[in-house]
């Protein structure tokens, strides 16, 4: 039904700010229907849930990333965006945007997003 794409640099120096967007097709962002989450995968690793922001605007962290995530979203574009400040190279790692039913925080398990999209490469590296 909705279909998401993720966007932005590829290649992000330590210390600096890793900026992505999420465009959803299909589906407005501020109906209710579903809540907006980035997850991430480093090499070698399983997914990490980051955040989500709901139809409404409130946004959930993960607590060990919080101080440095925001998300925030683009009503007129239908796009919601994440923010990770302060970069290492510990973050490097193919980043997701997914649509989840239910709010559950902290979510991995596939099962609960009804959608991806297919991911971009964000590599930290001086």
């Known amino acids: 039904q909705v279909q998401l794409q993720e966007s932005g640099p590829g290649l992000v120096k330590p210390s600096q700010t890793l900026s992505l967007t999420c465009t959803v097709s299909?589906?407005?962002?501020?109906?209710?229907?579903?809540?907006w989450n980035w997850i991430r995968q480093p090499p070698g690793k399983g997914l990490e849930w980051m955040g989500v922001?709901?139809?409404?605007?409130?946004?959930y962290y993960t607590p060990h990333l919080k101080s440095r995530t925001y998300i925030a979203r683009d009503t007129s574009k239908n796009q919601f965006t994440l923010q990770l400040l302060s970069v290492t190279p510990e973050d490097t790692a193919v980043y997701y945007c997914?649509?989840?039913?239910?709010?559950?925080?902290?979510?991995?398990?596939?099962?609960?997003?009804?959608?991806w999209g297919q991911g971009t490469q964000v590599t930290v590296s001086s």
């Open positions: 299909g589906g407005s962002i501020t109906t209710g229907d579903y809540y």
């Open positions: 997914g649509a989840s039913k239910r709010l559950i925080l902290g979510a991995t398990d596939e099962n609960l997003y009804d959608c």
């Open positions: 922001i709901s139809y409404s605007g409130s946004t």
